[in-house]
């Protein structure tokens, strides 16, 4: 077994009141693939800014615990010290000048000099700047670099125009040029290659292990993770779960610790309500394609019965924000969609909404409120625009109906507040989310879309909004799809649970299903390929 | 939407809740009151011109409002809504209508004409979403220079509107050939405590600042409002963002031709060729003396901005000339004006880009 290079000891850190990891440890050896995984917000990122030094974890009060390399506690304050500890990292995004080749690429800031005559009569005056560049020397390393990577590309080709997998090739040749590099980190590298290039960056990853450096890979896709890494470390709500040998373990047992299950919302009777084939469906997507960033969705289909809460489940990033999104037109979308058996089209917002439909968004300060307004003003608007509601005969907004309902709202939906006439900027966020959803409802809908309607709000707020979306199905038959990515709060109250991976819905499950079902689901495994694969 | 306030809020403490730039140029104004009544000048005259100023370009002033409110930002580009009126009224004048007829006809055309230029200029607005504010002082002066050429071929024949030689329109139309200079300036003029009221402008100001206020009271109001504060949060509200902005700034460019109407008669004069260029910001520093940001415009503050600013302009002049004891070497009181005049357009431009940015 080869020895211990580094040591996560005890680290914990919290961010403003909220602990994001508690007393994680861990050690990654010389020359292994090391997989991290978690779900979002499990801390994954988190660990790895702190490994980096990322100015974000010291500008909120540091970290508790220790980083040791080669048994030695090391200091990381800045990346500049974590690069020159041998720490390297490829982010998410590149970091790539497009009009420079890919060797000035790979040597940008590390460039080789020669002199030349102006630089050794000027060099009192300018010291190293007026060198030259040694153009052949730095493409010779750029080659070294790309070789290892089997990467046959010319060194000298502009990065502008390269395939988006290339780039990625380009940033760990950048990596891994670097001198005494000991630690890679590979953030979800595999997320935007396509199938051949995501093989070619595996095989590429066994070659650098061989060099004996370290990988850490960051990746959600378990087949990938099952096909490479040695160990794989797996981090829950900001807690070390488990490491393990990878070959000691499977698909299956990644996925169930993944997901885990922290309950705290009892299931109320009902859940996993059977809908009859011949009940009235109240939405039928078909071939539904959104182009929202991030959460872009490729070919979605699927039917809610009238009643139903629908639930959307998956992994940041996937799509599932997407498909509320498109149907309500806040992003571009194309495909089929009935509503109550009555075709609409697309990006037609205002149609969508005078037919019933209600939005509340992820984006609860971006898309969800005003946040420059009182809360009365923002629970009345959409009902006032789409329903000319709340205005007197000379069309102008009626003050009194409109403080009676907002006081209604903040009763029914005990929005802490100081009156109803507070910016909605200054509540807290579960506060915030009752206002949208008070205004949602003042539209009085039929179909209610719901996204990460919990996100970021304490628990008493959350059990309230979960019961309260029970209770609009149960009493008034609201059709509710629910998009959220906390599993448990989805199955505690859907009927059914979608989960969407890579913009595809992969499948639907009852909300009972087991838990390494919806675990291989969301990174991206049908059933019948996660049976053959345990 | 106001703060609510308590009963035992302090004189003091309500001060503080107005903006600074709109204290420091109030202090600045009343420092000028004060040292023109120290150099001589009777108070009644220094409140009158002052009312003067404010009285003609309320409206002008008045035009940023919408556009600030959808997002658009400041209306740079007020000369198109000052052609558009100037327009109006050299087509009105070309019929040889005079006195009342002229101005209501000539309102009337001003809002016809400054709607349709209107909507074209919103359009090109949403074309260049973002940069809004480098393009639209360019497409104010552009207008400006494309109607020099407009004046000049106009087929126009009426002999008190031309050149004295050759064709084209003159630099200056005087209205009292028309029985229509100062003809709203002087409806129920009134003096009071040495104080020059010209009413019938300030009725036509208050209303028009009236109809302003309701208007975003009403639902297309308050939808443009939601426009400028989050488009996202609009278009997730159903609401046609590009639609509403085109209607912030027909209604903008719609207001500003009415307010070169208003302001012609009271100086007296239909000013064309270079005049419209020197209308944007003045006009926009005045809103922002007000108290607006570049994405927030009350037509409180355009009543504050106007009188604060213009009145300070106002003063100016007959103060400095007496503080420099009457010797204007080369035109140095003018110079000064322009100095007081500039450098608060341009505090009031840099406090707004701040503002942007936070």
């Not at chain 2, 230029?117 to 552009?142: C, D, W």
């Not at chain 2, 159903?238 to 207001?255: D, K, L, Y």
């Not at chain 2, 431009?349 to 936070?358: E, I, P, T």
């Amino acid at each position: 077994m080869s020895r211990t290079l580094l040591e996560f000891k005890n680290i914990s850190k919290t961010y403003s009141g909220n602990q994001v990891l508690k007393d994680v440890s861990f050690d990654i050896r010389e020359g292994e693939i090391h997989a991290l995984l978690g779900e979002n917000g499990a801390g994954k990122s988190t660990i790895m800014n702190i490994l980096f030094g990322m100015p974000v974890i010291h500008s909120t009060g540091g970290f508790e615990g220790e980083l040791h390399i080669d048994e030695k506690k090391v200091d990381v304050n800045s990346p500049f010290d974590a690069m020159a500890l041998g720490i390297g990292m490829v982010h998410q995004e590149f970091m790539l000048i497009p009009g420079f080749t890919i060797a000035e690429n790979v040597k940008l800031n590390r460039e080789i000099e020669k002199n030349n005559i102006i630089n050794t009569i000027t060099s009192s005056l300018f010291g190293k700047r007026m060198k030259t560049l040694d153009r052949k020397a730095m493409n010779r390393d750029a080659r070294k670099a790309l070789d290892k990577l089997d990467m046959s590309i010319e060194e000298f080709t502009l990065v502008q125009g390269l395939p988006i997998g290339y780039m990625q090739f380009v940033e760990i040749a950048r990596e891994i040029d670097k001198k005494g590099l000991k630690v890679l980190v590979l953030d979800e590298p595999t997320a935007v290659l396509t199938e051949s290039e995501a093989e070619h960056l595996l095989s590429a990853m066994r070659n650098i292990a061989a060099l004996g450096i370290a990988i850490v890979f960051i990746s959600h896709r378990l087949n990938e993770i099952t096909a490479v890494s040695d160990r794989v470390t797996i981090l829950r709500d900001g807690e070390h779960v488990i490491t393990k040998d990878t070959k000691d373990t499977n698909v299956l047992e990644i996925a169930e610790y993944m997901v885990g299950r922290k309950v705290s919302i009892d299931r109320t009777s009902g859940e996993g309500r059977q809908f009859d084939d011949n009940s009235d469906i109240a939405l039928s997507v078909k071939d539904l394609y959104v182009a929202m960033p991030n959460e872009q969705v490729k070919g979605i289909s699927f039917d809610v019965r009238k009643g139903e809460i629908f639930g959307i489940g998956g992994l940041a990033g996937q799509g599932k924000l997407g498909i509320a999104n498109g149907l309500m037109g806040i992003y571009e979308a194309k495909g089929d969609i009935l509503i109550n058996g009555q075709k609409v089209a697309l990006g037609k917002t205002r149609q969508m909404l005078g037919m019933g439909a209600a939005f509340v968004s992820e984006d609860r300060k971006g898309v969800g409120l005003l946040i420059e307004e009182s809360i009365e003003d923002n629970i009345v608007f959409t009902a006032m625009n789409i329903h000319s509601e709340f205005l007197n005969a000379l069309g102008l907004a009626n003050k009194h109906t409109i403080r009676e309902h907002a006081r209604k709202m903040i009763k029914e939906l005990d929005i802490r507040c100081t009156s109803e006439k507070q910016h909605t900027g200054r509540l807290s966020g579960g506060n915030q989310q009752k206002v949208c959803l008070a205004r949602a409802l003042t539209q009085k809908p039929s179909i209610l879309f719901v996204s990460e309607p919990t996100r970021g709000i304490d628990i008493g707020a959350k059990k309230l909004i979960l019961d309260l979306l029970l209770k609009l199905s149960r009493e008034q038959g609201m059709t509710i799809i629910m998009t959220s990515s906390e599993l448990a709060e989805l199955c505690s109250i859907s009927d059914r649970v979608a989960i969407v991976c890579e913009g595809e819905m992969v499948g639907i499950l009852p909300p009972d299903a087991s838990l390494s079902k919806f675990g291989l689901m969301m990174s991206g495994i049908k059933e019948a390929e996660g049976e053959v694969a345990s | 939407m106001s703060e609510k306030v308590t009963e035992n809020v302090s004189f003091l403490s309500l001060i503080r809740k107005i903006p600074f730039s709109t204290r420091a140029v109030g202090l600045f104004y009343i420092a000028v009151v004060i040292t023109g009544v120290v150099v001589g000048w009777p108070f009644g005259m220094l409140i009158s011109s002052s009312l003067h100023l404010f009285g003609v370009w309320a409206i002008l002033t008045l035009a940023n409002v919408p556009s600030i409110q959808s997002g658009t930002g400041p209306n740079f580009a007020l000369p198109i809504g000052i052609v558009s009126g100037l327009l109006a009224m050299v087509l009105i004048l070309a019929m040889n209508v005079m006195g009342w007829m002229f101005m209501l006809l000539s309102t009337i055309l001003a809002i016809i004409l400054g709607s349709i230029a209107g909507f074209f200029y919103g359009r090109l607005m949403n074309a260049v979403k973002g940069s809004e504010m480098a393009i639209a002082p360019y497409t104010g002066f552009a207008i400006t220079a494309i109607f020099g050429l407009v004046w000049l071929t106009l087929p126009i024949d009426h002999p008190n509107m031309l050149f004295f030689l050759g064709d084209g329109l003159r630099h200056q139309i005087p209205l009292d050939y028309f029985n229509a200079n100062f003809i709203l300036a002087n409806l129920l003029q009134f003096e009071i405590a040495g104080v020059t009221v010209r009413t019938g402008e300030l009725i036509v100001v208050f209303v028009a600042c009236a109809l302003m206020w309701l208007f975003f009271r009403t639902k297309t109001g308050i939808a443009i409002s939601a426009v400028g504060r989050s488009p996202m949060f609009a278009k997730a509200a159903g609401i046609n963002v590009n639609r509403s902005r085109i209607i912030a700034n027909m209604i903008s460019t719609a207001v500003a031709a009415v307010g070169i109407v208003v302001y012609a008669q009271g100086f007296g004069f239909v000013q064309l060729y270079d005049f419209p260029m020197f209308f944007a910001f003045p006009a926009i520093a005045g809103i922002l003396v007000g108290g607006a940001s570049g994405q927030r415009a009350r037509v409180m503050n355009v009543i504050v901005g106007a009188f604060l600013f213009q009145g300070l302009l106002a003063l100016a002049l007959p103060v400095f000339t007496r503080v420099l004891a009457d010797t204007d070497v080369g035109g140095v009181v003018n110079q000064i004006r322009m100095i007081v005049q500039n450098g608060i357009i341009l505090y009031a431009l840099a406090l707004m880009a701040r503002g942007a940015k936070q």
